[in-house]
């Protein structure tokens, strides 16, 4: 997710990547890092609804203790679209929670990985079978870049966080160990509706507790400004282009605390790669950005 003011980042990331515009077989590009969507492209906006959104942020339900939690260092892959590559070297697996199967997953268990299963909690998107269940009245700007996905409104918790649910109620179902809820940021974007940080807390902090309820550890997936509040409700992070961003450092807390930081960038560079996050201890990949089976690491 790209928060405002980074659009300039996100262009030099296509430009290192030479103008790769692959899209997922869905139909949305993959990269999960949202530019703010422009007022020329953005669809009519919903009026105001009234806000369930608690004035305190919930307490999150505590991670099962014999929950998984990678830690620093962890080696991953990050594949989200083609045909599932299940032999390549890593510890960590991250897929997509509808088009991965069951016996994918427990495929990569036999061969000793861990999985995790990649859902929207925070974007619609108009592919997915459970694209018709979201009231109107939640949707909010198209993320710019991204055809066929809309913001929605986090404060709505009574809507969302039924639909969320389902789906890691499919990932648990699965066997996978573990979910990576994306676009976790919508206050720092132009969702079109008056979101808060608070309101993202609120949101955040519920969708971690649907995860640790269905014995599944969860990743906090970008949403760098709130790193601080949230590592202790989340047992991992997932970050795209910290370092087109500079905010890499961000993630001490997690590293401190012995839980990974899943680094993605969207960007040739293998020895600039490996030599600005050693000393952070991240968990560094580089990836084609339509996240293919095709996999760089440190």
Sequence with gaps: MTVLGRAGGALLALLLLGGCTAVHPSGRPAG????????????????????????????ATPTPADAWRPAPGTTWQYQ?????????DAEVYDVDWQETTAAQVAELHRTGRRVVCYLNAGAHEQWRPDAADYAADVLGKPLDGWPGERWVDVRRLDVLLPLVSRRMD?????????????????????????????????????????AHE??????????????????????????????????CAAYRPFIDAGKAVLHVEYAEGTPRLCEAV?????SSILKNLDLDAALRHC
């Design 32 to 59: 999960n890092r949202a530019a703010t969507a422009s007022p020329a492209t953005s669809a009519a906006l919903p009026t105001a609804t009234p806000t369930t959104t608690p004035t305190t942020t919930p307490t």
């Design 80 to 88: 989200l679209s083609g045909d599932l590559d299940l032999s390549v």
């Design 170 to 210: 499919i990932c648990a179902a699965k066997g996978f160990d573990a979910v990576e809820p994306d676009n976790v940021d919508g206050y720092a974007n132009e969702t079109g509706f008056p979101l808060t940080a608070a309101d993202q807390l609120a949101f955040n902090t519920a969708v971690a507790s649907l």
């Design 214 to 247: 269905r014995g599944l550890s969860v990743g906090l997936k970008n949403d760098v400004e709130q790193v601080g509040a949230l590592e202790p409700v989340f047992d991992f992070a997932v970050n795209e282009e910290c370092l087109v961003y500079d905010e």
């Design 278 to 282: 050693s000393p952070i201890r991240l």
